[in-house]
Nanobody
Framework: QVQLVESGGGLVQPGGSLRLSCAAS????????IAWYRQAPGKERELVAT????????NYVDSVKGRFTISRDNAKNTAYLQMNSLKPEDTAVYYC???????WGQGTQVTVSS
């Protein structure tokens, strides 16, 4: 059974940090790039960051550059999104996607509020 399961979301104050995880099963994780998306209430889903299958190249949307870091551990079939200096505008449901196959996780809520 193919699964992507996000975890690590929660409520954090502005300026705080969270680390999201995306655990994969049921397919060969190492052959696919991974992307993190987010969707805020009333807005379209937005691509946040991507990482190649070997982790050698990453890309970020301008609004998170310098604050977020995407990484992966193919031995653990897991991708991560380290989010620092969080802002209220980062509030959204965060999703990971195995881009080669089009698989999505169920999402994890991140709320940045004082």
């Amino acid at each position: 059974q193919v699964q992507l399961v996000e975890s690590g979301g929660g409520l954090v104050q502005p300026g705080g940090s969270l680390r999201l995880s995306c655990a994969a099963s049921g397919f060969t994780f190492s052959v696919t790039a991974i992307a993190w998306y987010r969707q805020a209430p009333g807005k379209e889903r937005e691509l946040v960051a991507t990482i190649t299958r070997d982790g050698g190249s990453t890309n970020y949307v301008d609004s998170v550059k310098g604050r977020f870091t995407i990484s992966r551990d193919n031995a653990k079939n897991t991708a991560y999104l380290q989010m620092n200096s969080l802002k209220p505008e980062d509030t959204a449901v965060y999703y990971c996607k195995a881009t080669l196959f089009g698989f999505w996780g169920q999402g994890t809520q991140v709320t940045v509020s004082s």
